[in-house]
């Protein structure tokens, strides 16, 4: 039961960057410039029932499922590593991140996603976050959706990012 639940993951990114001298060469460095390891976990899954099958009254087949406005929650974990390259070490070593990860399926086929994290949480550098994100499925292979991403740190203004797309399920 408890396995079923855990999901273990890492996050491996190598860079590539271009660096503009303005006295001479330019020159590139590279390396792995993160490494953060993680677990989710899923604490409560909501259920619903299948009002299909109601027969008896087309009022309650009909009616809003007032169970989908509460959540499912997962929690999450993790630490970067300082397994990275020279170039992209930092002097505090290994720092930590935390997230609540909540999914509302408010119907069949409207999805609210709510993720609260706080990154590089023993750093210097921390900072909070939201990502908040609506998906809709028009039919069982086209699905829209609209995300909006807000970081705050202290001592700076917060900064927001706005997104919307399109996707289709292949297979």
């Known amino acids: 039961m408890f396995l079923e639940k855990l999901e273990i993951n890492a996050n491996i990114t190598y860079q590539i960057d271009e660096v503009k001298n303005p006295l001479g060469d330019n020159y590139h460095k590279n390396g792995l410039s993160d490494l953060t390891i993680g677990a989710k976990y899923l604490v409560y899954q909501q259920e619903f029932t299948d009002k299909s099958k109601e027969i008896r009254s087309m009022k309650r087949r009909m009616a809003f499922d007032w169970k989908r406005l509460i959540p499912s929650v997962g929690v999450y974990a993790g630490v970067h590593t300082n ?89």
Do not use: C
């Open 83 to 171: 397994f990275i390259g020279k170039e992209y070490k930092s002097d505090e070593g290994i720092s930590y991140k935390g997230a609540l990860l909540l999914q509302n399926d408010i119907s069949n086929r409207l999805v609210l996603i709510t993720n609260l994290y706080a990154d590089n949480y023993s750093s210097e550098e921390k900072y909070y976050g939201h990502i908040v994100t609506a998906t809709f499925a028009m039919n069982e292979l086209w699905s829209v959706f609209i995300e909006n991403d807000g970081k705050y740190k202290e001592g700076e203004s917060p900064s927001f990012q706005f997104g919307s797309g399109l996707a289709y399920l292949f297979s």
